[in-house]
């Protein structure tokens, strides 16, 4: 069976939700990874540091590191960070060997083999995500990134990518002049780059399973024990993060789970509850 590509941008204020998620991803089934890690300020002594903790001989890391300069002129926030932006560039700097990635947000667990949502067919598509945004929100997106009046605004946090495609239908030059015409009219940084740029070659997919926030959660009427069987990514996103004393909801229990500081007997106990 073949290895599974995973692909993560993060700086060195991510580590430890990085572990967190790749304990969870392993966990997840008996696959083996292979974990492309795009930075710019990892340290060696930090990369060691995430593959020690995460402890598991089927998640192998690769650490790719980009020049800080890219995307200096694009719009960064406090929960926008320049590294978001290095997925939009993933066809360039993966290894030619990779044809297909799944991106995942560090903010994730992953509850369920990825192993299906991997094989997806994307047909004349090259990536494949889940939409959050409903109503006025959704329309006010179709509306400013000229989508359509069908268009889905997918979360960026759980992307499959064809990479092969993506080389194929994409120029770096294209993203850098998009990003440079729309500034700051980009409300969602690259996310709003992925929806308006690549709109033609999105594939959606229902977010219950593949990429479950917990407004989706409350609005579906779902319950923690089909999350728990059914649901293969969990994720944080916004503001309201497990590890924050600040949290509140109720898919936290997940995040628990796995966190660094859980010992082996802690996660193994949960397991069994």
Excluded at 71 to 79: D, I
Excluded at 112 to 135: E, M, P, Q
Excluded at 183 to 200: E, P
Excluded at 224 to 242: I, R, T
Aim: aromatic fraction near 12%.
């Amino acid at each position: 069976m073949m290895d599974i590509n995973i692909l993560v941008t993060i700086d060195k204020n991510y580590c430890e939700q990085l572990i967190t998620m790749l304990r969870s991803l392993a966990a997840s089934s008996t696959d083996r990874f292979c974990v492309y890690i795009a930075h710019s300020t990892l340290s060696f002594r930090e990369l060691a540091h995430i593959k020690k903790e995460v402890g598991c001989e089927r998640v192998s890391l690769f650490p790719v590191k980009l020049s800080p300069e890219l995307f200096g002129g694009a719009h960064f926030s406090k929960r926008i960070s320049r590294e978001t932006y290095y997925r939009l560039l993933m066809f360039e700097y993966l290894p030619a060997g990779v044809e297909r990635v799944l991106y995942l947000d560090p903010d994730i667990i992953v509850l369920n083999s990825v192993r299906l949502f991997y094989s997806l067919d994307l047909g004349k598509g090259f990536i494949a995500g889940a939409g959050h945004t409903h109503g006025a929100v959704k329309a006010f997106n179709r509306l400013r990134l000229r989508l359509g009046r069908k268009g889905e605004y997918i979360n960026a946090g759980v992307l499959l990518v064809d990479v092969a495609k993506m080389r194929a239908a994409v120029t770096s030059e294209q993203i850098f002049s998009f990003v440079r015409r729309r500034g700051r009219s980009l409300l969602q940084a690259d996310q709003d780059v992925i929806n308006a740029l690549f709109k033609n070659s999105i594939v959606s997919v229902n977010p219950c399973f593949y990429n479950l926030d917990e407004s989706t959660f409350k609005r579906n009427g779902l319950t923690l024990d089909w999350v728990q069987s059914k649901a293969v990514f969990v994720h944080y996103n916004g503001k309201n993060k497990p590890w924050l004393k600040s949290y509140r909801g109720s898919l936290g229990v997940f995040w628990k789970r796995f966190e660094p500081h859980a010992s082996q007997a802690e996660r193994r106990a949960r397991d069994a509850s």
